[in-house]
């Protein structure tokens, strides 16, 4: 993966189309944490041990910022590419296939496989790999309880997770930068923790096609490119699956993809971060800051194996 500097203050959404921060912020929920408002920023206050708490504000990344500053290679390698080739992409209709190691498989549209569970609008400190982070807030469901209602039987250990196939919409598709469709994968009981979203929005929106809509994978305290975007197919299995940049190079990306500031890429150190819309790198945190809610399901790993 590419380190780009984003695009400063630029950007095709009218100022009018982005809902204020204060609009927005009043009506939303919290789940996981909470968030203190502080004018028109909003800070996330440490739930975490004191020798993890950080000194700087945690404001919101900007919409601007989330929108136009991605890696979605089916749209082009460059952070500027999905936002401006993936116009002619159509989330919609959409369905979902339930597949694998399940009592409930089938295939469903999205409005069928969503109805019933709780959306949730939690807001998460993303850290992509390449040591650029985020806070988003999203808006989803918990993958959890889409994944209790497919009936997992006892042999599903893993979830695979496949991204779209469709070159003739999709034109990063039609050179084998990486391998297509892109697929992601969590052990059974990461994809249960409370934590796991399945996104279907941010900023109270839905997501534009560069974020993955209209259905995508996020995981807060993994790198970005564990959040697979455009999924049609999760399937529940008894082996380990290979994701898409394990497969690419496995010496460099992990199954696990957990933030560690203590294990570096081979190609460049974990230890600090870049937050996009800041100038100042700030430390890094184990599970990128959430290891009292994820922690437990590592004990006994070595993670510098593991990683
Ligand atoms: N999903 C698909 N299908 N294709 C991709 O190229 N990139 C991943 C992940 N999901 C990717 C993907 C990477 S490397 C990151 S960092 C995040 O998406 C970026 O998500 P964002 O652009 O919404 O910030």
Avoid at 85 to 98: E, H, L, N, R
Avoid at 99 to 121: R, S
Avoid at 173 to 188: A, K, S, T
Wanted: aromatic fraction near 12%; charge should be neutral; charged fraction near 25%.
């Amino acid at each position: 993966m590419l380190i780009r500097k984003p695009r400063a203050g630029e950007g095709d959404i009218p100022s009018s189309e982005i809902t204020p921060y204060e609009v927005y912020l009043d009506r939303r929920r919290f789940i996981a944490q909470s968030v203190t408002l502080a004018g028109a920023a909003a800070f996330v206050p440490s739930i975490l041990g004191a020798s993890e708490s950080r000194q700087q504000s945690e404001e919101l990344t900007s919409f601007e910022d989330i929108t136009h500053y991605n890696n979605f290679y089916e749209f082009g390698t460059s952070k500027e590419d999905p936002a401006q080739y993936s116009g002619s992409f159509k989330p919609k209709p959409w369905s979902v296939q339930i597949a694998g190691e399940c009592g409930n498989p089938g295939t469903f549209a999205l409005e069928d496989f969503l109805k019933g569970h709780e959306v949730v609008e939690p807001v998460y400190r993303m850290r992509c790999v390449e040591a650029w982070s985020m806070v988003i807030p999203w808006r989803g469901v918990r993958l959890r309880d889409v994944l209790i209602k497919a009936q997992p039987t006892g042999n599903a250990k893993f979830i695979k997770m496949t991204s779209v196939l469709r070159p003739e919409e999709m034109l990063g598709q039609r050179h084998q930068v990486i391998p297509f469709p892109y697929v992601e994968g969590l052990r059974l009981d990461e994809a249960l923790n409370e934590m796991t979203l399945l996104a279907t929005g941010l900023y109270g929106k839905d997501l534009l096609n560069q974020n993955g809509a209209p259905l995508r994978l996020v995981t807060p305290w993994k790198y970005g490119f564990k959040g697979v975007k455009s999924i049609v197919k999760i399937e529940f299995t008894q082996e380990m699956p290979e994701n898409t940049w394990q497969v690419m190079a496995a010496n460099e990306y992990g199954f696990y993809a957990n933030v560690n500031p203590d294990v570096d890429h081979p190609r460049w150190s974990q230890a600090r971060e870049r937050r996009i819309g800041e100038f100042t790198r700030r430390p890094t945190l184990m599970f990128n800051g959430y290891t009292e809610q994820v922690a437990h399901m590592y004990k006994g790993m070595d993670l510098t194996r593991w990683y």
